[in-house]
């Protein structure tokens, strides 16, 4: 696990390469390996820093501290000399979390229109490959590119949205590096010694010493993953052909989702599908003509007649397959699809159907079609190698120690909900525990969970509530901030495509937390204190900008649940007075408790006139009914 860098010539970590984005006004750290003793001088903007490796082959120096700029060249010499060009300097943001902070910018609402847009060459990002280490290692995989309309789509949307938005406001150069792994739990990013005060983490740790090799079972894995996803023995077969007897497969109907196939389970499958169909004298088989199949979720190779079609389109209804003029013909033809599914993919949906249209024709495709799921490489068992505690910090934010940062943007906490108690001590332990490593007290700026799922008719407790109340308490550490999303978020999806905003209202967290910004509104309104009067709660809130506000063309309040002596949650009834709110229901007597958007998905539409959502809260502390 660990590089062997004796006796080699001067190397630098992977993120220390062209296109890099250094830190500005701070000492920047450049460190590599050589062979032991020798001298490696680093030559970067007329400062020259010479430096002798130790034992094992490292070396580090610090270069002092340089203004925003670029493009500049750096040097690395010993036996051998290492020239890096394109870097800037600007401000440096760390960017991890699962999966919502993994979401790429291809995958955002309106990604084409967005990915078009997006030409900021001072803009660079780095995306770290996933790995995991039973120990701390030194290396990291990924390289520096700038955002383009070509490599944007790449790129975490939440850290694009992010790095544009500050970058639009300072007019500096921004660097982003990605570390972040779809499905990861909060105890693998933290650091061993972070978790020493966890009893539940104490026997995986004292495990990593002598037990399972975490990394060679992640890389047996993707290995088999890539063996999987690359298989062609189905084209090797001729399964493509027109003349492939396919006389013993079985029979299916459109749409195809492999897991109602009977052919997965949650996670997917190799599958080979066809269908024989007869055109005849009324289709104009020597027009361009456009093959439906509806919309898909998964990786689909469609061929007609043996000929693999090129083109695909991809609208709101669907995707359109470009069948050139002259691949069809009179009489018996056939439509072949290698489908490629990952995570509960698809293949049209219910109510679509499969189409052959061009300027002249129409022709729906109707009937059984053919599949087999034994021609292609199997796809290996999961193996969940992002649950272990340490696992990632060691393999993918180890190795950045110390680069300099400005700060770390985390979107994390999903996979954590159902141990929000733990949460409540584990986010800071993680927080403290790189601001340690680092040597630094880097502002923490963090995305509150957004809504999903539905909620139930009557007041209740959620664990999501709960994974947000613990996130909100982390506020107490210093140099933190929260973006709170509880209100762009999507009740069915877990990965909503609005990360637009996500971006904005970190950046905007960024220009209070970070840079200081004192006059900007940053924040949604904040609980801050009730009082019952006449048996209604009167709530009052800080930043509340330049006021509070209602959306309701009524003026009625929505999202509030408030409780009685019995401790049982009520809806709430309201109205805005100023900057407070007034809350009651005709049953309660002498109210003692609030809740506000306590919920998978609520319904609360109290925001401040800068459009800002009210921060979810509650002002009790009774035991939830699922600790």
Same mark, same amino acid.
């Not at 001088?41 to 034992?55: D, E, I, L, P």
């Given at each position: /696990? ?21 830190? *500005? ?13 020798? %001298? ?19 070396? =580090? ?12 060249? /750096? ?51 780095? *995306? ?47 660097? +982003? #590096? ?37 990394? %060679? ?80 979720? $998964? ?7 043996? +000929? ?22 009179? $009489? ?18 219910? !109510? ?57 943007? &985390? ?56 994974? =947000?109340?613990?996130?909100? /308490? ?7 901030? /929260? ?10 999806? +877990?990965?909503? %495509?609005?990360?637009?905003?996500? !971006? ?8 209070? @937390? #970070? ?8 924040? $949604? ?36 649940? +408030? ?7 009520? &809806? ?21 408790? @609030? *809740? ?9 539409? #109290? ?7 009210? @921060? ?12």
């Amino acid at each position: /696990m660990f590089v062997n860098n004796a006796w080699c010539k001067v190397s630098a970590p992977s993120f220390v390469a062209d296109d890099m984005v250094l830190q *500005r006004d701070v000492k920047l750290p450049i460190w590599g390996w050589a062979s032991p003793g020798e %001298k490696v001088t680093v030559r970067f903007q007329k400062q020259v820093k010479t430096a002798q490796t130790n034992k094992d082959g490292s070396w =580090r120096i610090y270069l002092d501290p340089v203004s925003a700029g670029g493009p500049y060249t /750096m040097t690395l010499e010993g036996t051998n000399k290492l020239v890096f060009k394109d870097i800037l300097v600007g401000d440096v943001f760390l960017a991890s979390g699962q999966s919502n902070m993994e979401f790429t910018t291809y995958s955002v609402n309106n990604s084409k229109d967005e990915m078009l847009k997006a030409d900021f060459p001072e803009i660079h990002y780095f *995306r770290a490959g996933l790995n995991v280490a039973n120990k701390p290692i030194d290396t990291l995989s990924g390289q520096w590119k700038a955002v383009t309309p070509e490599t944007v789509g790449n790129l975490s949307g939440v850290a694009y949205f992010f790095a544009k938005e500050l970058y639009q406001k300072k007019k500096i150069p921004i660097g +982003i #590096i990605v570390c972040a792994w779809g499905g990861s739990v909060a105890e693998s990013w933290t650091n061993a010694e972070a978790l020493q005060s966890f009893p539940e983490f104490k026997k995986p740790l004292e495990d990593l010493k002598t037990g399972q090799d975490w990394h %060679k079972t992640f890389t047996d894995y993707e290995k088999n993953l890539k063996a999987f996803k690359e298989s062609k023995q189905g084209l090797e077969k001729g399964a493509h052909q027109n003349n492939y007897a396919d006389g013993d497969w079985k029979e299916t109907e459109f749409p195809f989702e492999l897991k109602t196939m009977g052919l997965a389970d949650n996670y997917g499958n190799n599958v080979w599908i066809r269908k024989k169909f007869t055109i005849d004298s009324s289709f104009n088989v020597e027009k361009k003509t456009s093959l439906f199949l509806g919309k898909t979720n $998964g990786e689909i190779t469609v061929y007609v007649n043996g +000929i693999e079609i090129q083109n695909r389109e991809e609208t709101l209804e669907g995707n359109w397959f470009v069948i050139p003029q002259n691949f069809l013909q009179k $009489g018996e033809n056939q439509i072949a699809i290698k489908f490629l599914e990952i995570w509960s993919g698809n293949i049209g949906e219910l !109510g679509q159907n499969v189409i052959l249209k061009n300027e002249d024709s129409y022709l729906k495709i109707d009937g059984k079609w053919k599949f087999n799921s034994k021609i292609e490489f199997p796809i290996p068992p999961y193996v969940s190698c992002n649950y272990t505690p340490s696992t990632i910090y060691n393999a993918m934010i180890s190795p950045l120690v110390p680069y300099a940062l400005k700060g770390i943007i &985390w979107y994390q906490g999903e996979s954590n909900a159902d141990r929000a108690k733990q949460y409540q001590t584990l986010f800071p332990a993680l927080i403290e525990g790189w601001r340690k490593k680092w040597n630094s007290d880097f502002p923490f700026l963090f995305v509150q969970l957004a809504n999903f799922q539905p909620d139930k008719k009557q007041p209740t407790d959620y664990q999501w509530s709960a994974l =947000r109340e613990a996130q909100q /308490m982390t506020l107490k550490v210093p140099k933190t901030g /929260m973006a709170v999303t509880i209100d762009i978020g999507d009740v069915n999806d +877990i990965h909503p %495509k609005n990360k637009q905003d996500v !971006g904005k209202r970190l950046a905007l967290v960024a220009e209070k @937390v #970070i840079y200081g910004n004192n006059e900007i509104v940053y924040s $949604g309104p904040t609980f801050k204190e009730f009082k019952t009067v006449n048996d209604s709660i009167v709530v009052e809130f800080t930043n509340v900008g330049t006021g509070l506000k209602v959306k309701d063309q009524y003026g009625y309040v929505k999202g509030f649940a +408030i409780a009685g002596e019995d401790k049982v949650f009520k &809806w709430a009834k309201g109205y805005q007075k100023g900057n407070t709110l007034i809350l009651y229901n005709e049953t309660i007597k002498n109210p003692t408790a @609030v *809740r506000y958007n306590w919920g998978n998905s609520p319904d609360g539409n #109290i925001y401040n006139k800068e459009g800002l959502p009210a @921060v979810p809260f509650r002002t009790d502390n009774y035991p939830l009914n699922f600790e």
